[in-house]
Nanobody
């Protein structure tokens, strides 16, 4: 069974920083990993992703402020968020595209989400 456990969300003032982490279990091989977010009334949107060879992709709204990284040995992905803005307030979801021990093909897996609130 695949589990993605997120941590690091919380309340921070504008201009502050937070670091999100996500650890995956039950995954045999991770292809790409990343973070998405969903603000109230909005659709879920991509924040940042990183491939197995370290290629990164960021939403324009977070470029220069957020940094994604991964630790393949620990099946972990992190998101360092600096210079946070009130518009960054959302539930942040960890995403993994990989092969679980129980399957034979790549699939998408999601965490339950962690709330980030940025006050002005």
């Amino acid at each position: 069974q695949v589990q993605l456990v997120e941590s690091g969300g919380g309340l921070v003032q504008a201009g502050g920083s937070l670091r999100l982490s996500c650890t995956a279990s039950g995954i045999f091989s991770i292809n790409s990993v990343g973070w998405f977010r969903q603000a109230p009334g909005n659709e879920r949107e991509l924040v940042a992703t990183i491939t197995s060879v370290g290629r990164t992709n960021y939403a324009d709204s977070v470029k220069g402020r957020f940094t994604i990284s991964r630790d393949n040995a620990k099946n972990m992905v992190s998101l360092q968020m600096n210079s946070l803005k009130p518009e960054d307030t959302a539930v942040y979801y960890c995403w993994v595209y990989g092969i679980a021990y129980s399957t034979a093909s790549n699939a998408n897996y999601w965490g339950k989400g962690t709330l980030v609130t940025v006050s002005s």
